[in-house]
């Protein structure tokens, strides 16, 4: 498949896409007429292994030789038909460099209408997946555990980078998925386990701990890949209280989900409450913020339309009860706190959904707050030279013929993962004076000339520093 170009960025530029995630079930007779219509190999392979499509007999063997075709048939990947015309069983999901058997992203596509999706379906290599996959801080470390691991994405991610990797799964087709995939890709480190969270593990810790758990707050448990109660945190409240207990001295534990919100809870409170005392440092990352009725209407489903409104209605109503304004599509990062660097902080930002490997800028994000919050960074600032990390894109929020409003935001230009960080009107005149790199006493003379004082300047470099814009050598 590497030979005719069947991975992650190839299939999207083929299909007309900016990033694979852009992906859309309704979209597949445009991609098949707009994009495929070459048929060449890899148009052949997205269509069987991707889109879920059929092919001739003739097309068939173009992808695939007799010998593969047989292969794949007693794997019972591919069924062909007696016209010899030929449909994948599963779906072969590209990421990175890397492929991913699963079960099909669209089961209503060879279902009868109105049947229920299988309970024990393994998920797709979905949107959520891809996130994960790109944002995980990839240090090479002694072991890794993947929680809620499905096809096993994330746990065969880090056995490219930790010496001993272990899955687990409470639904024993996806542990049977992730051996499949571990045994198709030669994956020599990973043990998979069917079981319950961390109890297949017994008190083992690990350095590096992923989970994609099933979070969205639902009515109704249809789909175990993806309820997780009407609170959403059946499964991801547990993974996150047994950190304490299985994150390992140093280690990094990342999480993909869903997190309801309102006014008076925070995602970061609500998730610090799961942590209870646990002394672990909590980075949330914003990438979606779905008004609840939004969520809802995106979540209803039904044969007809008065079935869609009563189940849109349901939806709203288990948001409404939980007390969920919105709900927040985030990355939580945890790390152990170290008491050299005073309590566990928790810190917000939100960033645009990765498009590619991003891992070292959550790292960065971790050093940096770690090394703020120790004191003698504030006592060596005055010997520091300043400057932009890369060019800084404003979105701006201008009142007509006004000034410029407190909600002016800004972000790195070129970065896998664009964090926007809010500025305010003194952050921006740094950001223009720090065009050049600039030493803290010029920067003193350009405050002065300006009327700002010399803790109002510290104050703004240390935030910019913070936000990840400038550096400071
Ligand atoms: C959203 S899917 C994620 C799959 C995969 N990690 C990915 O990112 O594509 C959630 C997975 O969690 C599993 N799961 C649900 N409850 C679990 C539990 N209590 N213990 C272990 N796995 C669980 C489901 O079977 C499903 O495979």
């Known amino acids: 498949m590497d030979t005719i170009g069947y991975n992650e960025s190839n299939v999207a530029v083929r299909l007309g896409l900016s990033d694979i995630n852009d992906l859309q079930m309704r979209a597949l007779p445009i991609y098949r007429k707009e994009n495929l219509y070459r048929r060449e190999e890899v148009d052949l392979a997205i269509d069987l292994f991707l889109l879920q499509g059929e092919l001739t007999s003739s097309e068939l063997y173009r992808l695939l030789s007799e010998k593969e075709q047989q292969l794949l048939k007693q794997a019972e990947v591919l069924s062909v038909d007696e016209n010899g015309s030929g449909r994948a069983t599963v779906s072969l999901y590209p990421s990175g460099n890397r492929l991913f058997f699963s079960d099909h992203a669209w089961p209503q596509l060879s279902q009868a209408p109105g049947t229920a999706v299988p309970w024990g379906q393994v998920m797709f290599v979905g949107t959520d997946s891809r996130w994960l996959a790109r944002s995980t801080i990839r240090t090479p470390v002694a072991n890794a555990l993947d929680l809620c691991t499905g096809s096993g994405i994330h746990a065969l991610l880090a056995a490219t980078h930790v010496k001993q990797a272990v899955a687990v799964d409470i639904n024993p087709r996806a542990a049977q998925c992730t051996l499949f995939n571990a045994l198709a890709s030669g994956c020599k480190n990973l043990e998979v386990k069917t079981g319950d969270l961390y109890d297949p593990v017994g008190d083992e810790k690990f350095d590096l ?54 006014n008076e809870i925070s995602v970061a409170d609500r998730v610090r409450g799961w942590l209870r005392d646990a002394p672990i440092n909590l980075h949330v990352l914003k990438f979606r913020i779905f008004p609840a009725a939004v969520y809802a209407i995106g979540h209803g489903a039904g044969d007809n339309f008065n079935e869609l409104l009563e189940s849109v209605d349901d939806w709203a109503s288990n948001l409404r009860q939980q007390g969920y304004s919105r709900v927040v599509a985030v990355l939580l990062t945890f790390q152990w706190s170290d008491s050299v660097n005073g309590s566990p902080w928790n810190r917000t930002d939100e960033a645009y959904p990765p498009r590619d490997n991003c891992g070292d800028i959550i790292s960065k994000i971790f050093d940096i707050e770690n090394k703020i919050s120790s ?99």
């Not at 547990?238 to 990342?254: D, N, T, Y």
């Not at 932009?388 to 230009?413: D, H, M, W, Y």
């Open 209 to 262: 701990i992923t989970a994609n758990p099933p979070f969205v707050p639902s009515p109704v448990n249809t789909l175990a890949y993806r309820d997780g109660g009407p609170s959403g945190e059946d499964v991801q409240r547990r993974i996150v209280a047994g950190l304490q207990k299985h994150l390992a001295p140093g280690g990094v534990a990342q999480i993909i989900t869903e997190v309801g919100e309102s």
């Open 375 to 473: 004191h003698r960074f504030q006592a060596e600032l005055e010997s520091k030279k300043f400057s932009r990390i890369a060019p800084v894109i404003l979105n701006e929020n201008r009142v007509l013929g006004g000034n410029l409003t407190q909600v002016s935001k800004g972000f790195l230009s070129k970065q896998p993962l664009s964090v926007e960080y809010s500025l305010d009107p003194i952050e921006l005149d740094l950001l223009a004076a720090l065009e050049q790199t600039v030493d803290y006493t010029t920067l003193l003379s350009v405050a002065s000339n300006i009327g700002l004082s010399v803790s109002v300047l510290k104050n703004s470099l240390m935030s910019l520093y913070r936000k990840r814009l400038i550096e400071a050598q």
